[in-house]
């Protein structure tokens, strides 16, 4: 039996609520950074690897990652359940793992802040100017409508499935799978290009009402 879930959101939900300011205080972020929101937490399917590594080409820039979402944990052998859970989510832990790894390589701890699980994500959005959705895997992708709320734009891997809410250049930038430099480059057009940014994100909050 099939079923078809169709995107929903409430609009309400979603509108800027507070300045970034406030926002980005209440969170301890940079409220004078270009601030990159990734809600995949980190998990290889919704593309942590790609977001981390396309920051290794912006440490020049006033633009900072916040990170939200679930994390697998790290590896720890300590006790015998410590080493079942590692075992078990070997693979996820090991992900994470190398997360840190790149993040610590690069020097990029001051730039890339991790926030965790948020009960209350639109705080999260007020706090950004932009959202990247870098998944590896095409699936569903609802954060755009959210995010388009607030008249903001949206950068999303390049998977057939997007094309039916987003239109590259219209509403959001779009970049190949798994390309870090491509992802990056995108990053630092709407960082420098404050028109394109505000055409793509009033054509996105229309998208969003759609």
Same mark, same amino acid.
């Given at each position: 039996?099939?079923?078809?879930?169709?995107?929903?959101?409430?609009?309400?939900?979603?509108?800027?609520?507070?300045?970034?300011?406030?926002?980005?205080?209440?969170?301890?972020?940079?409220?004078?950074?270009?601030?990159?929101?990734?809600? #995949?937490?980190?998990?290889? @399917? =919704? #593309?942590?690897?790609?977001?981390?590594?396309?920051?290794?080409?912006?440490?020049?820039?006033? @633009?900072?990652?916040?990170?939200?979402?679930?994390?697998?944990?790290?590896?720890?052998? #300590?006790?015998?359940?410590?080493?079942?859970?590692?075992?078990?989510?070997?693979?996820?832990?090991?992900?994470?793992?190398? @997360?840190?790894?790149?993040?610590?390589?690069?020097?990029?701890?001051? =730039?890339?802040?991790?926030?965790?699980?948020?009960?209350?994500?639109?705080?999260?959005?007020?706090?950004?100017?932009?959202?990247?959705?870098?998944?590896?895997?095409?699936?569903?992708? $609802?954060?755009?409508?959210?995010?388009?709320?607030?008249? *903001?734009? @949206?950068?999303?891997?390049?998977?057939?499935?997007? &094309?039916?809410?987003? &239109?590259?250049?219209?509403?959001?930038?779009?970049?190949?799978?798994?390309?870090?430099?491509?992802?990056? &480059?995108?990053? *630092?057009?709407?960082?420098?290009?404050?028109?394109?940014? $505000?055409?793509?994100?009033?054509?996105?909050?229309?998208?969003?009402? *759609?």
């Amino acid at each position: 039996k099939s079923v078809v879930t169709h995107n929903f959101m409430e609009y309400e939900s979603f509108t800027q609520l507070n300045t970034k300011y406030k926002s980005s205080q209440d969170l301890k972020l940079n409220p004078n950074a270009f601030n990159v929101v990734f809600v #995949g937490g980190i998990n290889r @399917i =919704k #593309g942590s690897k790609i977001i981390v590594n396309a920051f290794k080409h912006l440490k020049s820039e006033n @633009i900072n990652l916040i990170i939200a979402g679930n994390n697998p944990g790290l590896l720890s052998f #300590g006790s015998f359940s410590e080493f079942i859970n590692s075992i078990i989510h070997f693979k996820s832990k090991y992900y994470h793992h190398n @997360i840190i790894r790149i993040i610590k390589k690069n020097s990029l701890t001051s =730039k890339i802040t991790y926030i965790g699980v948020q009960n209350d994500i639109r705080k999260v959005f007020d706090a950004s100017d932009l959202l990247v959705i870098p998944m590896v895997e095409a699936h569903q992708a $609802r954060p755009v409508f959210e995010f388009g709320c607030q008249k *903001k734009p @949206i950068i999303i891997t390049n998977f057939s499935n997007i &094309k039916e809410f987003v &239109k590259n250049g219209f509403n959001g930038l779009t970049f190949n799978v798994g390309d870090d430099l491509d992802l990056a &480059k995108n990053i *630092k057009t709407l960082y420098s290009n404050n028109l394109l940014y $505000r055409n793509l994100g009033n054509n996105n909050h229309l998208n969003s009402i *759609k």
